[in-house]
């Protein structure tokens, strides 16, 4: 390797990188260009140290490359600090500024839902209009328990969340309609009686709420929160209060979209558990017990944490015009 001649025709790439890497604030294509560039001296120095080793050069390229690594980790750790402020500050606080609506929307659709379930299980002949006998059979016996266990857990859990997601993606933006959430609801709490009522009806009653309450307990909370949070977004047009329509529908909106990139993650956790806990050969009562942990750990993360949030973020509101009018 000629030496001279290739560093020559690199210094103007290894100097932009040594630039870059000192700039306190870089925005997205600079950021580009640095990972670029930093790949790209990466590999210079590898040919230098093979090709025509020197000490100085090496130790020079090895100094530009540990600042931009630096640099490219600061930049990570940013996203990575904002990422987690939105789970503990912003994601939080939104749910509990909807708690009336999603807490509302929780209470109706479970009365609804033993409603329904009471009234088919009291019912037998109702049994008959839901399919033949031996199919009722053989979805009570095997098929419910078997839809937990058919598919390996990985796929299964991506399964389960992305329909998941769709849902509450669904009934929150229905919300705006109001009775398309409402159908929503309905819906999905309409099957859970049935099939609740059927199991009990059969003698299964115990295996349907062991296989139910692992998991349905938050999935079923996070369809609720999403319904109300449609539901209030309705509301925000109804009722603006000091502002017009349009700003408390986009303020409200705002909200809602906060509170339906946290359901992604929520949402994931009950697809978690749906696919390795409901689905696992832990006893029962194992199961359902890290269910209604994780459940009520939502709880208080929606409703403790998050009121602690919402407070703090009303107290910085409220100051805010105080410290505009000293400056």
Same mark, same amino acid.
């Given at each position: 390797?000629?030496?001279?001649?290739? /560093?020559?025709?690199?210094?103007?790439?290894?100097?932009?990188?040594? *630039?870059?890497?000192?700039?306190?604030?870089?925005?997205?294509e600079?950021?580009?260009?640095?990972? /670029?560039?930093?790949?790209?001296?990466?590999? *210079?120095?590898?040919?230098?140290?093979?090709?025509?080793?020197d000490?100085?050069?090496?130790?020079e390229?090895s100094?530009?490359l540990?600042?931009?690594?630096?640099?490219?980790?600061?930049?990570?750790? %940013?996203i990575?600090?904002?990422?987690?402020?939105?789970?503990?500050?912003?994601?939080?606080?939104?749910?509990?500024?909807f708690?009336?609506?999603?807490?509302?929307?929780?209470?109706l659709?479970?009365a609804?839902?033993?409603?329904?379930?009471?009234?088919?299980?009291?019912?037998?002949?109702?049994?008959?209009?839901?399919?033949?006998?031996s199919?009722?059979l053989?979805?009570?016996?095997?098929?419910?328990?078997?839809?937990?266990?058919?598919?390996?857990?990985?796929?299964?859990?991506m399964?389960?969340?992305?329909?998941?997601?769709?849902?509450?993606?669904?009934? &929150?933006?229905?919300?705006?309609?109001?009775?398309?959430?409402?159908?929503?609801?309905?819906?999905?709490?309409?099957?859970?009686?049935?099939?609740?009522?059927?199991?009990?009806?059969?003698?299964?009653?115990?295996?349907f709420?062991? &296989?139910?309450?692992?998991?349905?307990?938050?999935?079923?909370?996070?369809?609720?929160?999403?319904?109300?949070?449609?539901?209030?977004l309705?509301?925000?047009?109804?009722?603006?209060?000091?502002?017009?329509?349009?700003?408390?529908?986009?303020?409200?909106?705002?909200?809602?979209?906060?509170?339906?990139?946290?359901?992604?993650?929520?949402?994931? /956790?009950?697809?978690?558990?749906?696919?390795?806990?409901?689905?696992?050969?832990?006893?029962t009562?194992?199961?359902?017990?890290i269910?209604?942990? /994780?459940?009520?750990?939502?709880?208080?993360?929606?409703?403790?944490l998050?009121? %602690?949030?919402?407070?703090e973020?009303?107290?910085?509101?409220?100051?805010?015009?105080?410290?505009?009018?000293?400056e």
């Amino acid at each position: 390797m000629d030496l001279d001649a290739f /560093v020559s025709a690199n210094k103007d790439t290894w100097a932009r990188l040594n *630039h870059l890497s000192k700039q306190s604030v870089l925005d997205a294509e600079q950021t580009r260009e640095l990972i /670029v560039l930093y790949r790209r001296t990466s590999t *210079h120095l590898s040919m230098i140290r093979t090709g025509a080793p020197d000490a100085q050069l090496i130790s020079e390229l090895s100094a530009i490359l540990l600042r931009a690594r630096g640099r490219m980790a600061g930049k990570n750790r %940013k996203i990575f600090r904002t990422i987690v402020s939105f789970f503990t500050v912003s994601y939080p606080a939104a749910l509990y500024r909807f708690r009336a609506w999603w807490i509302t929307a929780a209470i109706l659709s479970v009365a609804f839902a033993f409603a329904v379930g009471g009234w088919v299980y009291t019912h037998p002949e109702v049994h008959q209009e839901l399919g033949p006998t031996s199919s009722i059979l053989q979805y009570v016996e095997e098929d419910f328990e078997n839809y937990y266990t058919n598919d390996p857990d990985g796929d299964f859990t991506m399964l389960v969340w992305t329909n998941n997601w769709y849902a509450a993606a669904g009934s &929150l933006a229905y919300g705006v309609t109001v009775i398309g959430a409402i159908q929503i609801l309905i819906g999905n709490m309409a099957n859970v009686a049935v099939a609740g009522a059927l199991m009990t009806y059969h003698g299964r009653g115990g295996v349907f709420w062991g &296989l139910i309450l692992p998991h349905g307990l938050l999935e079923l909370t996070a369809i609720f929160v999403a319904a109300g949070t449609g539901l209030a977004l309705f509301w925000s047009l109804i009722q603006p209060g000091a502002r017009t329509r349009l700003e408390s529908f986009v303020h409200t909106g705002y909200r809602a979209v906060q509170v339906l990139f946290g359901l992604i993650l929520t949402l994931f /956790v009950s697809g978690f558990i749906e696919g390795y806990v409901t689905a696992s050969i832990a006893p029962t009562y194992v199961q359902v017990g890290i269910g209604v942990l /994780v459940w009520v750990l939502f709880l208080l993360y929606a409703l403790v944490l998050g009121r %602690k949030r919402r407070e703090e973020a009303d107290a910085i509101a409220i100051k805010m015009p105080e410290r505009i009018s000293v400056e």
